[in-house]
């Protein structure tokens, strides 16, 4: 069974601090998918990120990093320079691959991180 | 990406009746659609696996009888919360795949509050 782990309950910080929200996750197969997605108070989802098992590469994008570590079966995430509208609920979530085709393979989401940035 | 809808996005209603969750894929052909439960401060829970023009898979815990699934046509799949009550109150949300996309990205509708009084 797979599962995914947010240890961080919640994280306040004041504007412009860096922010790292981490994620330790559980599977059994060598071939899976890591999601990050985020949830604003409106409580749609927006994807942010999705790296699969093979690729082992950080990425930055704008203000947003990512460190994968599979040794550690770790993928966190990491605001740099906070803003009041980075304000929300963050998920990390793990997709096993059934299958090759892209229907079927269920997200196991964490726990969610909740990160309140203060002006 | 790919565009989900849900209706309605808020409903309130009396426990004892039935309500119906629409999910459609606005822009592609969804085989596949999921849905999630999301209680307050809570994570998304899968609750079932919803097939074009089969039956839903169901999680365990997840009544079938309760929450029933219809996915008729490539673009709509309804569930339908029968009986409702106070505890059924949660956020529904949906999400489809784009088939034979091969990166198991699911696209999310805005999701449905419900409210039963």
């Known amino acids: 069974a797979q599962k995914v782990t947010q240890a961080q309950t919640e994280i306040s910080v004041v504007e412009k601090e860096d922010v790292t929200l981490d994620c330790v996750y559980e599977t059994r197969d060598t071939t899976y998918y890591l999601f990050w997605y985020k949830q604003p108070p409106s409580g749609e989802l927006v994807f942010l990120i999705r790296r699969n098992s093979f690729d082992e590469q950080n990425e930055i994008s704008g203000r947003y990093s990512w460190n994968f570590q599979k040794s550690t079966s770790s993928f966190n995430f990491t605001i740099t320079a906070s803003q009041v509208v980075d304000s929300a609920v963050y998920f990390c979530?793990?997709?096993?691959?059934?299958?090759?085709?892209?229907?079927?393979?269920?997200?196991?989401f964490g726990g969610g991180t909740r990160v309140l940035v203060k002006p | 990406g790919a565009v989900v809808s849900q209706h309605p996005s808020r409903v309130i209603c009396k426990s004892g009746t039935s309500v119906k969750i629409e999910c459609r894929s606005l822009?592609?052909?969804?085989?596949?659609m999921f849905w999630y439960r999301q209680f307050p401060k809570q994570s998304l829970m899968l609750m079932a696996t919803s097939n074009e023009g089969s039956k839903a898979t169901y999680e365990q815990g997840v009544e079938k009888d309760k929450f029933l699934i219809n996915h008729a046509s490539l673009t709509l799949s309804t569930l339908t919360v029968t009986s409702a009550h106070p505890e059924d109150s949660s956020f529904y949300i949906c999400s489809g795949v784009v088939p034979l996309a091969g990166n198991n990205e699911q696209f999310f509708g805005p999701g449905t509050r419900l409210t039963v009084l």
């Open positions: 822009d592609f052909q969804a085989t596949t």
């Open positions: 979530a793990l997709s096993e691959v059934v299958t090759l085709r892209a229907a079927g393979n269920k997200l196991t």
